[in-house]
């Protein structure tokens, strides 16, 4: 349930994303609009301002880091705010945001208020949305790790990404033949090679093999998947 802290308007949300504000809500203690959240804060600074001048008269750099934390914390409430709406877009219909650890939502945004750049808040908004279609999805440790990527290794990660397939019990899965063929693989044009794979081994977001990986054990047919195109291969 939640505590009576959001701010937002449920009425033209789905039910999933109405539960998953909930969520939020009673994990990091509210949502609002950053608007809202600049008056609510304004507000509240001038109160405490007020208070303070009448008990001691405070100083300039006293005034300046009260002006430099509300600021800061502004900034932090826009970026929560913006990942959530972002992953709003995101929920299935099945979603089930209820089986989502307060704890995990805590943490993921202790390090997603720190995100400002948009692009990184579309990811971020995808990993939120993920863990609300299948909670359980996205590890704590996952979430570290993406707190450390730069624009540039999302970028790669994403381009890996396209050469992803997906196999039974809705495990995706790199497929990589060659990535030796110069400018004429399809890899190279895209940003993968072995320089880059090891990077991303390195950073720990992929587990990369030089020698390559194998998989056998798969019935005469099997049904693949590549975003949504279901693909029957015969072994």
Known sequence: MSNGNSLINFGDLSKPAT?????????????????????????????????ALSDIKITEI?????RRLLFE????????????????????????????????????????????DKE?????????AGEANRPGSFSKRTIEIVSTLSKEE?????????????????????????IYGGEKSIYNRNGISFSTLTHLDNIGII???????????FPKVITIAYYGTLIRVCV
């Open 120 to 128: 990184m808040q579309c990811l971020w908004a995808r990993i939120l």
């Open 154 to 178: 999302a970028h790669l990660f994403t381009s890996l990404c396209v050469f992803a397939w997906q196999f039974g019990n809705n495990e995706l899965a790199p497929l990589i033949y060659h």
């Open 207 to 217: 587990n990369f093999g030089a020698g390559g990986f194998s998989r056998g054990g």
């Open 73 to 116: 914390e502004t900034k932090k409430q826009e970026n929560i705010e913006s990942i959530t709406r972002q992953a709003l877009n995101d929920l299935r219909d099945d979603a089930k945001p209820e089986g989502i650890e307060e704890d995990w939502i805590f943490n993921f945004f202790e390090k997603g208020k720190l995100i400002s």
């Open 62 to 66: 006293q005034h300046r880091a009260m």
């Open 19 to 51: 539960v998953l504000v909930e969520k939020i809500s009673d994990a990091i203690g509210g949502l609002a609009l950053p608007w809202q959240i600049k008056r609510i804060a304004k507000a509240e600074a001038e109160a405490g301002e007020i208070k």
